[in-house]
């Protein structure tokens, strides 16, 4: 029988999907097979879009049938019936899985009285114990805590256990004084999560259906973009910009053509807000030469045509909601980081008494990165601002909160970028590499450093306004505690500047890189695939040293495992004799550590071939560090391991700098990005920095 949990509200509109996905989050993270199940539905005949939305996490493997109990009809049917068959293909989907998610019902049915009293019913039945959600949308912290004081009585009524109480959709300005009401008396985990626009904003395409309206310009994918309020523009053009916000929909009358230029350019600019559509009213399209205008404007920008008047179309937009769907990544990814900045995941779990997994798959260590960078968020810094990938990447890394981000380029052109892109960057900085004052500064500085080996501050002036040079300036001086590059550049190109500036770190003699390799059930490090050619034997032994120490840093239990094609005294050779060399060096300078060398691949990793080749080594069998002769062969393997074992290969992670900068492939996806800037977060809040938590890490 597998642990489950069963999320429940007194009451519609309360965030429970909110909740869930932030389950579905932690719990995928935890433990291997994580299942669904929705007990009471709207009708089976139709998609229900909260089960859908938690089947399309990418921790979650299982099909929509086995998730969906009974429809609504079926209950005012027979209510027992009903309940028996609940219980039924409950047992058979947990039989599956070593978790399942239980979300009660909607309260999307007018004809049931006493909803929440089914919900206890049904998960005393199944043995579950209950996360309760309430809302706390115009209710004042008393209020939510009588809400939730009922609530509870009911479901002690129907022998339904509580472990933990959430108020969702609270004022931001209620969050403390709810969590306090909350605490009080309470025996288990409690949470307030604020009211956050975006996640009940409504889609373009919504609006378009609300007023019924003709896409009469722009693109159809803007239609799965959401709307944050209205302006209904009218007045002059100069008013209407100066109440322009953040993906606002414009409701214009259709007559007023003159607005229409002016509202493309506003958007495009860079310098006003993107708006998310232009809804023009009265069944007015634009006319010929103002559509001949805008026509020559490369946007993606909606226009919409309604027949309705414009308080009519007002009013028929304002009265749609929106929802948390699958697809709608702005809106996953923002109630994923505000439920984990809003309820303490582990104390949580804990209350579920769920242990942790032996088993680390790809998905849950990546998750965990994201965990941890959020945590102790830094600033980093993102020399190639106008690539699109890292505009991208810029987007998704805000809105989950995993890191401060500055951008280097022109800041009109970047931001006109993510506007035409629709990407929401507002809370990233930009600064142009060519600022007269830093770039004074950082020239004055580059020259001292580099005063033996002849440079002027002259000289230093032009080498400065590299991207590369001068995010590493900015990390060297403090302004931001890491840099990620290498999406346009070469990987020469961004780590020279940090050989020359930030150089390496005491006790540490050579940089070098690891990959982190995540396979279906484990994560190992992989060292050196992507600096150095052929290191010496000393430089083998640094390499393997920092290799372990990166491991620990990402709370990977390090066994150091040196590479060679003989294992052990079987065979000879120079590069053997490399191997077995470094091998001594780690075990002189730092006794501490776990290394066998040299030692073959298989031997390394293979519990069954490390039993004949050597059985009495700590760490053949179970090496998570692999150190490798030379760069062909370490990179030639990861790259093998990753095209034909299915692994995620998270990296090159440099180490040995005395800050953190990390590279970039030039064929990175956004998904890389997000990855890399997490881990080189990670990396500054390690190194050195005083709110390190002892004992804080991923577990591998």
Not at 159 to 184: G, K, Y
Not at 239 to 252: F, Q, S
Not at 605 to 627: F, Y
Not at 632 to 645: C, D, E, I, L, P
Request: hydrophobic content about 45%.
């Amino acid at each position: 029988m597998s642990r489950s949990v069963y999320i429940a509200s007194p009451e519609g509109e309360s965030g429970k999907s909110t909740v869930a996905l932030g389950l579905a989050d932690l719990l995928t993270r935890r433990v291997g097979r994580v299942g669904v199940f929705r007990p009471v539905t709207e009708s089976v005949a139709s998609t229900d879009l909260v089960v859908e939305l938690l089947l399309d996490h990418p921790g979650i493997e299982q099909g929509y049938a086995d998730a969906i109990g009974v429809g609504y009809a079926d209950m005012h049917r027979d209510q027992d019936a009903a309940l028996s068959t609940i219980v039924e293909k409950f047992h058979a989907l947990s039989a599956r899985y070593e978790v399942l998610i239980v979300l009660g019902s909607d309260y999307t049915d007018v004809s049931t009285p006493n909803e929440l009293a089914f919900n206890a019913r049904v998960a005393a039945n199944l043995g579950v114990p209950v996360v309760l959600v309430v809302h706390g949308r115009g209710r004042t912290p008393a209020q939510v805590r009588t809400a939730v004081d009922m609530a509870a009585s009911e479901l002690a009524a129907a022998h339904a256990h509580p472990i933990a109480v959430i108020a969702n959709r609270v004022e931001p300005a209620d969050l403390d004084a709810v969590r306090a009401a909350l605490a009080a008396g309470a025996t288990g985990p409690v949470a307030a999560i604020p009211e956050v626009p975006l996640l009940v904003a409504p889609t373009v395409g919504a609006l378009l259906e609300a007023c019924d309206g003709r896409l009469v310009r722009g693109s159809t994918e803007w239609l799965e973009r959401e709307s944050l309020g209205f302006v209904v523009a009218a007045m002059s053009l100069p008013n209407v910009l100066i109440r322009l916000h953040e993906d606002v929909t414009v409701i214009a009358p259709g007559d007023r053509s003159d607005l229409l230029p002016g509202l493309v350019m506003a958007h495009q600019s860079g310098t006003f807000p993107h708006l998310s559509a232009i809804v023009l009213t009265g069944g007015y399209a634009p006319p010929e030469p103002v559509a001949r205008l805008i026509e020559g404007v490369q946007q993606d920008l909606p226009i919409i045509v309604s027949d309705g008047g414009t308080f009519e179309t007002a009013a028929a937009l304002a009265a749609v909601r929106g929802r948390l769907s699958a697809g709608a990544t702005a809106k996953i990814e923002t109630a994923r980081r505000v439920f984990a900045e809003s309820v303490d995941g582990e104390a949580l779990l804990d209350a579920m008494d769920l242990a942790a997994s032996q088993v680390v798959t790809p998905l849950m260590f990546q998750h965990r990165l994201l965990d941890r960078a959020r945590s102790r968020r830094r600033h980093i810094v993102l020399p190639e601002g106008e690539d699109p990938r890292i505009l991208a990447a810029t987007a998704s890394l805000l809105r989950l909160g995993v890191a401060e981000l500055t951008l280097l380029g022109d800041e009109n052109s970047i931001r006109a970028k993510a506007s035409a892109a629709g990407l929401d960057i507002g809370a990233a900085t930009i600064l142009s590499p060519h600022e007269p004052e830093l770039v004074e500064k950082f020239a004055v500085e580059y020259a001292r450093i580099r005063e033996r080996k002849g440079m002027t501050v002259e000289r230093a002036r032009e080498i400065v306004t590299d991207v590369s040079y001068f995010g590493t300036m900015m990390v060297h001086l403090g302004m931001a505690d890491g840099m990620v590059s290498g999406a346009m550049h070469t990987t020469a190109h961004t780590i020279r500047p940090g050989f020359e500036i930030i150089r390496t770190a005491p006790g540490t003699a050579i940089v070098s890189s690891v990959f982190l390799m995540c396979l279906a059930d484990r994560v190992l490090v992989y060292g050196d695939c992507a600096v150095n050619p052929d290191p010496t034997a000393e430089q083998l032994a640094d390499i393997a040293v920092s290799s372990a120490a990166t491991a620990a840093q990402f709370g990977i239990d390090p066994r150091v495992a040196m590479l060679s094609y003989s294992t052990g005294t079987s065979g000879a050779g120079a590069d053997v004799e490399k191997v077995r060399e470094a091998t001594d060096v780690v075990h002189r300078e730092r006794p501490d550590l776990l290394v066998e060398g040299p030692i073959q691949y298989d031997a390394a990793v293979d519990p069954s071939v490390a039993a004949s080749k050597m059985p009495d080594s700590a760490v053949a069998g179970r090496a998570t560090v692999l150190i490798f002769p030379d760069l062909n062969t370490g990179n030639n393997t990861y790259k093998a391991v990753q095209r034909s074992a299915g692994a995620v290969a998270i990296g090159p992670v440099l180490q040995g700098l005395n800050k953190p900068v990390n590279d970039l492939s030039r064929g990175a996806l956004v998904a890389d990005i997000v990855n890399t800037v997490a881990i080189t977060a990670i990396q500054a809040a390690e190194s050195g920095a005083s709110d390190v938590v002892a004992g804080e890490g991923v577990s591998a």
